[in-house]
């Protein structure tokens, strides 16, 4: 079991830029990011692998998110830029070992507000 925490939410006009960090305590998981909005099912938003050779997005997202990490610092990032309304969500982070199907580990969530 890894232990995830996010930071960098906030507030945003829309056009506006965020960047999402996830700090894990331990490396060599692949890790992705998914967000919740009020009264919608949680979904997925970006993944990354262990070694960062390969990325995935979600089509909503695709060309103004970025997911990245940096293994020395066990972190994970997303860049989200061009923010939409819609955007608006708790995001939260997750983990899953290599040779695992789905995301088990989890982190508390950040909140991202885009106003209109």
């Known amino acids: 079991q890894v232990q995830l925490a996010e930071s960098g939410g906030g507030l945003v006009q829309a056009g506006g830029s965020l960047r999402l960090s996830c700090a894990a305590s331990a490396a060599g998981y692949v890790m992705g990011w998914f967000r919740q909005a009020p009264g919608k099912e949680r979904e997925f938003v970006a993944s990354?692998?262990?070694?960062?050779?390969?990325?995935n997005y979600a089509h909503s997202v695709r060309g103004r998110f970025t997911v990245s990490r940096d293994n020395a610092k066990n972190t994970m990032y997303l860049q989200m830029n061009s923010l939409k309304p819609e955007d608006t969500a708790v995001y939260y982070c997750?983990?899953?070992?290599?040779?695992?199907?789905?995301?088990?580990?989890w982190g508390q969530g950040t909140q991202v507000t885009v106003s209109s």
């Open positions: 997750a983990a899953r070992c290599p040779s695992c199907n789905t995301f088990g580990d």
């Open positions: 990354i692998w262990s070694t960062a050779t390969s990325t």
